[in-house]
């Protein structure tokens, strides 16, 4: 959309050199009304597309019925480094690796 809106508004602007604008007036004015209609919505529908991409998992958890709390140690059995909930390494629902040793942890549920 926004290719055809600069191309639109690049045509319209080179048609006012034209020797016969005077008789193109209705198709310039299409052609410009057109351009800046499709350069100014074409941004707005990709960022619309962006946004919508990233908010599905959100939908998905929202739609859930249950919450669900979470309990990972606070330090790996193996190595003995810290763990945090965003160092993790998820491999599925159920199951979670430390991100130092690669040792599956266990997790609980309630």
Excluded: H
Excluded at 2 to 8: C, T
Excluded at 19 to 25: A, N, V, Y
């Amino acid at each position: 959309m926004l290719i055809i809106g600069i191309f639109f508004f690049w045509w319209s602007m080179q048609s006012l050199n034209s020797d016969t604008f005077l008789e193109d007036t209705l198709l310039w004015m299409l052609a410009l009304m057109a351009g800046m209609t499709l350069v100014c919505v074409g941004p707005s529908v990709m960022l619309r597309e962006y946004a919508s991409s990233y908010q599905a998992p959100y939908r998905q958890i929202a739609k859930q019925k249950q919450w669900q709390v979470i309990q990972v140690p606070l330090k790996c059995a193996e190595c003995g480094n810290a763990i945090s909930i965003r160092s993790l390494e998820w491999i599925s629902e159920e199951e979670v690796r430390c991100p130092f040793c690669s040792k599956d942890l266990e997790i609980k549920r309630s």
